[in-house]
Nanobody, 115 residues
């Protein structure tokens, strides 16, 4: 069975940094893209950053210049380096892997940024 496990979340003060990691297990074939989404209380889930298998990246406007997404070479992993964190970044962050037929999701990791 395919599983995605996130790690690296926590509590940080505004201006600080965190690095989120996503590890996968099981057989995942025909991957199109990998990315990170987040959902804050009372808000809809939104794309934070994504990267294709051709290393094309896409970032939400609110995180451009602060966050960097990267994927493993030859293995299905995806990390998110988050710098200059703001209270508005507080959310549950979810790892995502999109394939031709299925989307896989992690359980989420909490990121809380205090002012």
């Amino acid at each position: 069975q395919v599983q995605l496990v996130e790690s690296g979340g926590g509590l940080v003060q505004a201006g600080g940094s965190l690095r989120l990691s996503c590890a996968t297990s099981g057989s995942i074939l025909f991957v199109n893209s990998m990315g990170w989404y987040r959902q804050a209380p009372g808000k809809q889930r939104e794309l934070v950053a994504a990267v294709t298998t051709d290393n094309i990246t896409n970032y939400a406007d609110s995180v451009k210049g602060r966050f960097t997404i990267s994927r493993g070479n030859g293995r299905i992993t995806v990390d998110l380096q988050m710098n200059s964190l703001k209270p508005d970044d507080t959310a549950v962050y979810y790892c995502n892997v999109q394939t031709r037929w299925w989307d896989y999701w992690g359980q989420g990791t909490q990121v809380t940024v205090s002012s």
